[in-house]
């Protein structure tokens, strides 16, 4: 007699024993990046949840508990698990404070950066012509200016404030997303299904939206997650030379660059938001890496 | 068409280059090629290009350096091989690791604010007379000098055979002669604002309101024009003591012009200047001099803006002077640094408005807003109505007198000097290494100051005269030049912490806020420091200077120290002078016009195992250039 | 070619003059420049030299005629005064560019010469341990911010082990390496981890295309194959970066100057930049903006040479 195709065989119930589940598990888990989404999914709790997880307050200045080391060393204390910092502030409160501002920084720029870039780069690749030109000169003169001289400039113009960062780090992003989009809605454009939808009638609009968009957004998701790293070195380092989000609101950058001349003496008040920078910063490189190899290993170029 | 040969040659070539990598061939050699070059480079690196000898001195490096280290690992930047100057004249090296050099401007009426003083240039310039370590005016260039019995002029009597340098940078290696009385009245005479409108050196407008110009008498006497007499001089502006100006070469300025000439360094100090690169480094040499023929024979400044690298270099023992921050002055000490104190800073706060200025002096017009906006919780009104102006003429008034408008800001200011712990902040901030403040003109350590005048750590009875002036929490700016310092974070937290008020922090340069300050339309505080001397006898006729009549800077628009000052000069007896001061302490600890904060020292410090510095000639002023003042007392172990 | 050359060359003018424009607009809402003269004490200007600065910057007139003022200087070569520096912005620049130049290039070279083979090397080693070291060690570099790197290795290299010089720039006639090395490195990690992953991805495609295995199927040798085939078209992407990478230089360069007392045009630009010394900054700028143009140029003339496939859109 035959089995019916769709009737389940228990033989194979021998090949996967129940305890070779998390050997499986693991194998699944190998094709995603385990650790750096772990990284990110830190980052957004303690940026949400942050206000409760602090043990101390991270901007309340208490001059006599200054550089206190961690717990383990000697003359720590359990209650500044990672150390106080120059106006004795507590470090691990501080990291969690800045978690929240870092998190709302990088989202906020790269949102807009992108959203901006990716919908100029949709409407010149799509019109061409005079629009074409006029924003393709614009990219380009805003490409050659050394970035960050041009961004402490106007952040200097502008006054420091968080709306200002946040709209001076998203003109890092918008160049590129433009050239990228751009060039992209220029090869999809002639395509076939996008020809035949402008004989069928659709209107611009619904052929920029529903045809070539969707071709587009792997690429852009792509670039605003690799770039995430990048706009938080240059708050980095905007925050290092002193333009960047005014005291006494943490963000790591600041704490790196505020503790600089400390690093013989009380070398934990530059270190751990270091390493804060330094993963997150990693955790963005590979995610980054990993969709761009997953969605469209074509796309290795960028 | 090329020929067939070059075009078949070529492409050898290039198929050879980009092909035929044979290296390559061993993939195990691909990891050695990056791992050999770095070594390499190390290697050429500790082996370096400019052969210095491995210094002795290096020996007074700090404790935790490895032994082990071979001669060729060892930086070592400043050597001492030759027995110390004794015999021989000067000899040896000096490093010193400063935050900024300043900018190289040899003509004397172009030297910009941040050139102008650094301290006649480096000890390469000499002034007219000097300021001995004992209080006194001592004779420099000039051998005696006399003041007319009328006050209307002084008479420089100029030593003779003072040379020129001949090997100062920009001048060819030429003979430029000796100083004379052409110098000496081209140098006053160039920075001089009256008799050179585009002077833009820094006592330029110092010098506007009291002397006119200088001329020669003969080739070796001068003399200066007072049109108002200031009791301060000659000391003031004529010595090394604050601001001045070195004497320059006349012959210069005739060879090559006020342009030219800024590239041109010919002085008359103990010190000539070979190169002088802004942003990079200042080298000196030593010459004879008549004062004193300097130990060390080359001196090298480094302009080393970061302060962690300056504390590397300092404990490598690349540098052997430099200057920290406070709380680093302890790590330079534990390398082998000896700190030797060039001032006390008095840390305050300017809180006062300016009363006095009714129109804007840049443009003439009247100010909208008489230097003061009212509505500041923290600003008292004498205009309001039921205001007594003339109550702010006396030294303290009876409280009953003063009228709530101009009463409940100052209890607002007192409640804010009140809810800051000064103690904790010398001891958080400046590793005990300072005082509280109680007087921004008086020190602590001055005979006349009285303790009455300092401000008790009380923040419950901040809060109580808060309530009692009605005020409740408000947001204050604060101006703090470039950067945010921690002194004004600590203080904004106190008053956070004790009264509920929010702090904003207005940065730029002084620049930028300057049209506020110029038409008095600044509403915030700056945090300042003063050299803690008393109020300064200032000279009639000064109206011209914004300091005297109404002062963009501090409290220079509070009436009662306009009349303070007007008191105060040219009274000749001490002793009227001092009860004056006292009356002036005595107001502001009633008014809290300017709140004290702390008095904190300002270190300069050298590794006391390579040197020694015995001053003769001091000084008073935080320019950079004041770490290393004076030069020609340093002697080398 | 030479048409698409000059046609290039054009549009390089176009962005240099609207980047201009975008410098001079913010320059003139950062305040009247002529107020660093004036100290902190008060009056230290006569009114008549004031109004003559006022006339030498062409305050009076509106802001256009000011722009227009402004490039018709630069075009003809005069940058002006520097205001802090009182000197010719164009000789102070000179005076310290090379030492920026001398900085750049070496983080250059060492970028190149550590990134590319290791990306190499990553690739036809692809998922043994050492790629994934090299992997590792390219991800660090694009992960840690520079001036942290630059003051942890001061510290442990110069203050610590003093091995090597804490900053500045040192005696050395031309060079010392000495003086070279640590900042060089701070600033070579990024770059040297950019090309790695480029040379990598660029190889791995390459080695998966049908004409290398073809190649090895005719029985080529492995590195013959490698060298000759793979790695003459993976060098595009790297190229293509090399320009990316040196600007980027420039912004590394600024920190790396700040933190290193190296004397170099980046730190000028700070220093300008809170001096709000305007010539000074504009003058730096340009000149950046010009040499950018310029290395773009000479990138497109290298692909021409190396990828005769390659056309122009």
């Known amino acids: ?302 | 068409m090329k020929p067939r040969v070059v075009v078949r040659a070529w492409h050898l070539i290039r198929e050879a280059t980009l092909s035929n990598l044979r290296i390559f061939r061993n993939w195990n050699l691909v990891i050695l090629v990056p791992i050999i070059s770095s070594l390499l480079l190390i290697v050429l690196a500790c082996g370096g290009d400019d052969g210095d000898a491995v210094s002795d001195s290096s020996a007074a490096a700090p404790a935790a350096k490895p032994t082990a280290t071979t001669a060729a690992a060892k930086p070592a930047k400043a050597s001492d091989p030759e027995a110390p100057a004794a015999a021989g004249g000067p000899s040896g090296t000096l490093t010193a690791a400063l935050k900024t050099v300043g900018t190289p401007i040899g003509t004397p009426g172009l030297c910009v604010p941040g050139c102008a003083n650094e301290k006649y240039f480096y000890s390469a310039f000499d002034t007219i007379l000097q300021w001995h370590v004992d209080g006194k005016v001592v004779p420099a260039v000039a051998e005696s000098w006399d003041l007319a019995p009328d006050l209307s002029s002084f008479t420089w009597h100029i030593r003779p055979g003072i040379p020129f340098h001949t090997g100062g940078a920009g001048g060819g290696g030429k003979d430029w002669g000796e100083v004379t009385a052409e110098d000496v009245a081209f140098s006053f005479d160039q920075v001089n604002s009256n008799t050179n409108p585009e002077s833009v050196h820094d006592v330029a407008g110092d010098m506007s309101c009291c002397y006119g110009p200088t001329t020669v008498i003969d080739t070796y006497t001068a003399e200066t024009e007072i049109i108002a007499y200031d009791s301060r001089a000659p000391g003031w502006l004529m010595t090394n003591l604050r601001d001045s100006f070195g004497i320059s070469s006349k012959k210069v300025y005739d060879e090559f012009g006020s342009d030219g000439m800024r590239e041109v360094f010919v002085g008359s100090g103990p010190y000539q200047i070979l190169e002088w690169t802004q942003g990079d480094r200042v080298v000196l040499e030593a010459v004879d001099h008549y004062r004193k023929t300097p130990d060390v024979k080359t001196v090298t400044l480094l302009e080393v803006p970061e302060e962690a690298s300056r504390i590397a270099m300092f404990k490598a023992g690349e540098a052997h002077i430099t200057h920290t921050s406070l709380p680093n002055v302890s790590v330079l000490e534990d390398a082998g640094g000896v700190k030797r104190l060039l001032e006390v800073s008095i840390r305050h706060m300017g809180m006062n408005p300016n009363f006095l200025e009714k129109i804007n002096p840049k443009s003439g017009e009247p100010l909208d807003n008489p230097g003061f906006d009212p509505s500041f919780p923290w600003v008292s009104d004498p205009f309001a109505d039921g205001c007594n102006w003339d109550i702010l003429l006396e030294v303290v008034p009876d409280e009953a007198d003063v009228c709530d408008e101009m009463n409940n800001p100052r209890k607002v200011r007192r409640a804010m000097s009140m809810a800051i712990n000064r103690d904790a902040l010398v001891e958080g901030l400046l590793n005990g290494l300072g005082k509280p403040g109680c007087n921004w003109a008086i020190s602590v350590d001055n005979a006349a100051h009285k303790d009455e005048w300092c401000m008790k750590h009380d923040p419950d009875g901040a809060r109580a005269l808060m309530e009692e002036a009605g005020q409740g929490p408000f947001t204050i700016g604060i101006w703090v030049g470039n950067e945010v310092q921690e002194i004004h974070q600590a203080v904004s937290s106190m008053w956070e912490q004790e009264l509920g008020i929010t702090t904003e922090y207005h940065t730029g340069p002084f620049s930028v806020w300057q049209p506020t300050f110029v038409d008095r339309s600044f509403q915030h505080l700056v945090f300042d420091g003063e050299q803690g001397g008393m109020p300064a006898h200032y000279a009639k006729g000064r109206e011209a200077q914004a300091w005297f009549a109404g002062g963009i800077m501090w409290s220079g628009g509070i009436p009662f120290y306009q009349r303070i000052y007007g008191n105060m000069l040219g009274e000749a007896d001490e002793g009227k002078r001092t009860a004056m001061a006292i009356e002036f302490g005595d107001h502001e600890a009633f008014w809290d016009w300017d709140p004290t904060l702390w008095e904190e020292p300002i270190y300069t410090v050298y590794t006391g195992s390579y040197m020694d510095w015995e001053l003769e000639s001091t000084s008073m002023h935080t320019q950079s250039s004041n770490f290393i003042y004076p030069l020609e007392d340093i002697t080398l172990k | 070619m030479a048409k698409v050359i000059l046609r290039r060359i054009v549009l390089g003018f176009i962005a240099l003059f609207v980047a201009m424009l975008i410098l001079f607009s913010l320059s003139r809402a950062t305040g009247d420049p002529r107020y660093i003269f004036i100290g902190p004490e008060g009056i230290g200007i006569d009114p008549e030299v004031w109004d003559l600065m006022g006339e030498k910057l062409h305050l009076d007139k509106p802001v256009p005629v000011q722009f227009a003022y402004w490039v018709s200087d630069i075009v003809r070569g005069d940058f002006g005064e520097s205001i802090a520096l009182q000197r010719p912005v164009l000789q102070v620049i000179k005076d310290r560019l090379p030492n920026t130049l001398k900085l750049a290039v070496a983080a250059w070279i060492l970028g190149t010469i550590i990134g590319v083979p290791l990306g190499v090397f990553s690739a036809t080693n692809r998922g043994k341990f050492l790629d994934y070291l090299f992997r590792g060690f390219a991800l660090l570099g694009q992960s840690l911010p520079i001036f942290w790197v630059g003051i942890v290795l001061i510290f442990f290299f110069a203050a610590q082990l003093q091995w090597l010089p804490a900053g500045t720039k040192g005696e050395g006639g031309f060079i010392s390496f000495k003086h070279l090395l640590l900042p060089a490195v701070t600033l070579a990690w990024y770059p040297a981890a950019s090309y790695l992953r480029i040379t990598r991805t660029a190889m791995l495609e390459v080695l998966d295309t049908e004409y290398v295995k073809l190649a090895r199927a005719k029985g080529v040798g492995m590195y013959t194959v490698w060298w000759k085939h793979a790695f003459r078209n993976a060098i595009i992407p790297p190229l293509t970066l090399s320009v990316f990478v040196l600007f980027g230089l420039v912004n590394g360069t600024v920190i790396v100057e700040t933190v290193f007392a190296w004397p170099g045009i980046g730190r000028l630009a700070i220093e300008a930049l809170w001096a709000t010394d305007f010539p000074l900054l504009a003058g730096i700028t340009i000149i950046f903006g010009a040499l950018y143009l310029l290395m773009i140029l000479m990138l497109d003339l290298v692909y021409a040479f190396l990828d005769p496939r390659i056309k122009y859109s």
Do not use: C
Request: proline content about 6%.
């Open chain 1, 1 to 302: 007699m035959n089995t019916p195709i769709t009737k389940k065989t228990t033989e194979n119930k021998i090949d996967r024993p129940i305890w070779n589940a998390p050997i499986r598990l693991f194998f699944i888990m190998r094709r995603y990046p385990i650790i750096p989404m772990m990284v990110i999914g830190l980052l957004i709790i303690t940026a949400i949840f942050g206000t409760w997880m602090e043990p101390h307050d991270p901007i309340r200045a208490d001059v006599l508990s200054r550089h206190i080391p961690p717990f383990w060393m000697e003359g720590g204390d359990t209650k500044f698990l990672l150390g106080t910092d120059a106006l004795g502030r507590d470090v691990l409160s501080r990291i969690i404070g800045g978690a929240s501002v870092t998190l709302l920084v990088v989202t906020a720029s790269v949102t807009t950066g992108v959203v901006v870039g990716t919908g100029l780069g949709l409407v010149t690749g799509y019109f061409g012509g005079f629009v074409d030109d006029v924003v393709m000169r614009i990219v380009d003169a805003w490409g050659i200016l050394p970035q960050l001289l041009i961004i402490i400039i106007i952040v200097l113009t502008f006054g420091q404030g968080l709306f200002v960062l946040i709209g001076v780090l998203a003109m890092l992003s918008w160049t590129g997303a433009v050239r990228l989009v751009r060039a992209e809605t220029l090869s999809l454009r002639s395509r076939d299904y996008v020809l035949l939808a402008q004989i069928a009638g659709a209107s611009n609009t619904r052929i920029i939206f529903r045809h070539i968009l969707p071709g587009v957004i792997n690429m852009v998701i792509v670039t605003a997650t690799l770039g995430t790293g990048t706009i938080i070195l240059t708050e980095a380092s905007l925050s290092f030379l002193g333009a960047g989000i005014p005291p006494p609101d943490p963000t790591w950058g600041k704490m790196v660059g505020d503790e600089r001349m400390y690093v013989g003496a009380a070398w934990w008040t530059s270190f751990f938001p270091g390493i804060a920078i330094a993963m997150v910063v990693m955790s963005g490189n590979f995610l980054g890496d990993w969709m761009r190899d997953r969605f469209d290993p074509t796309l290795r170029q960028l």
